[in-house]
C-alpha cells in the first residue's frame, strides 16, 4: 500500500505545477486523482485526521473544476 502514498505525492507535485503554469483543468483533475490515492493510504494505515484533509482537498479540486466550468 506503500506505492498509494508514492503515487498521491508524486501527482499532487504534478498538479501543482499543472495548476501554477495555469492548466487548471489538468491540473485539478490530477490533484483529485492525487488525493483519492492518499485517501487509499490513509485508510490502510488507519490516519483518521489525514484521511479527513484529502477529503478536503477532492472537494476542492472538484470546487476548482467546477468553477471553471468543467463539471
Excluded: R
Excluded at 498509494?4 to 501527482?11: N, P, R, S, W
Excluded at 483529485?32 to 477529503?55: C, D, E, H, N, R
Amino acid at each position: 500500500m506503500k506505492e498509494f502514498e508514492y503515487i498521491g505525492v508524486m501527482a499532487a507535485v504534478i498538479a501543482y505545477i499543472m495548476i501554477v503554469t495555469g492548466s487548471l483543468s489538468t491540473g485539478f483533475f490530477i490533484g483529485a486523482v492525487a488525493s483519492f490515492s492518499l485517501v487509499i493510504y490513509f485508510i490502510t494505515i488507519k490516519s483518521w485526521p489525514s484521511m479527513g484533509l484529502q477529503f478536503f482537498f477532492i472537494c476542492a479540486n472538484i470546487y476548482g473544476l467546477s468553477n471553471i466550468g468543467i463539471i
